[in-house]
């Protein structure tokens, strides 16, 4: 018989690990949305881009249909992940 305690450790260490993978990838994706911020700023384009945004969230929600994760969650984290984008976005344009 296996030690459920020892299962559960195991698991929670992958975990652990893809959590730490997800925030490592979550600071490089802001790092390039930032410059992007950046970039419209400096020519005056809008901080938010529906269409894009759109066709992101139609994107992720395939993806995540195709990985077995729910496509509304998908949209949820995007859409907050989005939500900060703008903000960031925005203060990029009032700082110039």
Known sequence: M??????LQTLRSSIDNIDAALVF???ERFRCT??????KAEYGMPASD?????QQTARLRR???EA???PEFAEKWFNFVV??????????AEER
């Open 2 to 7: 296996t030690d459920p305690n020892a299962q």
């Open 50 to 54: 529906p269409s894009r945004e759109e």
């Open 83 to 92: 939500a900060e984008v703008i903000r960031h976005h925005t203060e990029a």
């Open 68 to 70: 077995d994760l729910d």
């Open 34 to 39: 930032k410059q992007v911020g950046v970039l």
């Open 25 to 27: 990838m979550l600071a």
């Open 63 to 65: 993806l995540a249909a």
